[in-house]
């Protein structure tokens, strides 16, 4: 079984930083792309940002310039820092994973559990 666990999620002040991490564990042979959607009450899911598994990165407009996205490979983990917050970030945050379980095998879609973020004075 994989898992995908967030954590860093919480409180933020407006103008100030989160940082979120998701460390995927189990039944893995590779992780392809890896990134963070979020889910606003009322609104639709949206992708934050993404990353190769070469470091090729994708940022939603709304995000940046302020949200940088990182991996470790050897630890099996994607990142997320959040800095100047502002009350649009309120979300919950959710990690994603394409991996495979096998060598040349089929690939399939992971994902965290989410984390609340919430950005308010």
């Known amino acids: 079984q994989v898992q995908l666990v967030e954590s860093g999620g919480g409180l933020g002040q407006p103008g100030g930083s989160l940082e979120l991490s998701c460390t995927a564990s189990?039944?893995?042979?590779?992780?392809?792309?890896m990134g963070w959607y979020r889910q606003a009450p009322g609104k639709q899911r949206e992708l934050v940002a993404s990353?190769?598994?070469?470091?090729?990165?994708k940022y939603d407009d709304s995000v940046k310039g302020r949200f940088t996205i990182s991996r470790d490979n050897a630890k099996n983990t994607v990142s997320l820092q959040m800095n100047r917050l502002d009350a649009e970030d309120t979300a919950i945050y959710y990690c994603?994973?394409?991996?495979?379980?096998?060598?040349?095998?089929?690939?399939?879609?992971?994902w965290g559990q989410g984390t609340q973020v919430t950005v308010s004075s």
């Open positions: 189990g039944r893995i042979f590779s992780l392809e792309d």
């Open positions: 994603y994973a394409d991996y495979t379980t096998q060598s040349m095998g089929v690939t399939f879609l992971g």
């Open positions: 990353i190769s598994t070469r470091g090729r990165t």
